[in-house]
């Protein structure tokens, strides 16, 4: 699933090439594409693009008052449809500007997650990015501190949970757990000082890391190209101390880690419910 720094490089380049063009129809492709019945899609129509936003993995589509939010999930991307076919494969949504060009929601796979809600006003506090939390590209050492504090979660599922921080995938959370010499599973109300210090430098220097190479390309990464340090690289080196990382898989993902940088050299038992996993 693309996270932060793939729906913000992405944002910035449709902005760029999208921006300013004037809506000439929106166009659900599928019955369940468009998750709002009001305000109506139509409002949009007549106006002009004013640019492509972002609040943690949502991508939102500012046209004045009116703005579409899009959630890609797994398989979504929003590109320039330069085809136009009436019934584009894997296609979700269309937006036809009055110049002829288009943007194109297609979504892969059986999931069918990926949709787009039409919202009046300011989106921030609507559904669906109502319980979404502070971008974790900007949220300050101490809201940081403030939120760690305020719950009692395992580090790797907190950094991905969107309501504390948002943006933040399992790539980021393994690459942001490794950064900062913290075990994944580590609970957050136990961070010292020091370690939430890591904490938040390590997800600053792992955004600005993908966003710099993110930004380097013509069109989203696909996940097994972006680059990590652990993150799918089980078995292989880590590039900081050259222990071998390790995982612990689940059935849709894998937490992966290096014991050396992270956990005192301990290897944590492959088992959730392990009572080794501290
Ligand atoms: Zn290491």
């Known amino acids: 699933m693309p996270e932060l720094p793939e729906i913000q490089a992405h944002a910035e380049r449709l902005t760029g090439r999208f921006g300013g063009r004037v809506l000439e129809r929106f166009t659900p492709l599928t019955f369940t594409a468009l998750k709002t019945a009001t305000p109506s899609a139509e409002d949009a129509a007549g106006r002009p693009l004013d640019g492509i936003g972002r609040h943690g993995k949502f991508l939102l589509l500012g046209f004045g008052d009116r703005t579409f939010v899009v959630h890609l999930m797994q398989g979504g991307r929003l590109v320039p449809d330069d085809k136009q076919s009436a019934r584009p494969r894997n296609g979700i949504a269309r937006w036809t500007f009055d110049d002829g060009s288009a943007l194109l929601l297609t979504e892969a796979g059986r999931e069918r997650k990926a949709g787009v809600w039409m919202v009046a006003g300011d989106p921030v506090g609507q559904d669906p990015v109502a319980g ?147």
Do not use: W
Not at 250 to 277: I, M, R
């Open 132 to 278: 979404l939390g502070i971008d974790a590209d900007v949220v300050s050492r101490d809201e940081l501190a403030g939120l760690l504090a305020g719950t009692n979660m395992r580090l790797h599922g907190f950094l991905r949970d969107q309501h504390g921080i948002a943006g933040v995938g399992r790539m980021l959370a393994n690459e942001i757990c490794h950064r900062a010499r913290l075990s994944p599973f580590a609970s957050t109300s136990k961070l010292d000082d020091d370690q939430v210090d890591r904490l938040h430098a390590a997800i600053g220097a792992c955004i600005a890391d993908a966003l710099a190479h993110e930004r380097t390309l013509d069109a989203m990464s696909k996940a097994a190209d972006r680059p990590g340090a652990v993150h799918r690289r089980k078995g292989a080196e880590c590039p900081v101390c050259g222990d071998t990382v390790r995982a612990v898989e689940y059935n849709a993902y894998e937490v992966d880690y290096c014991p050396t940088c992270q956990t005192g050299g301990k290897v944590l038992a492959d088992n959730t419910t392990s009572k080794f996993l501290k």
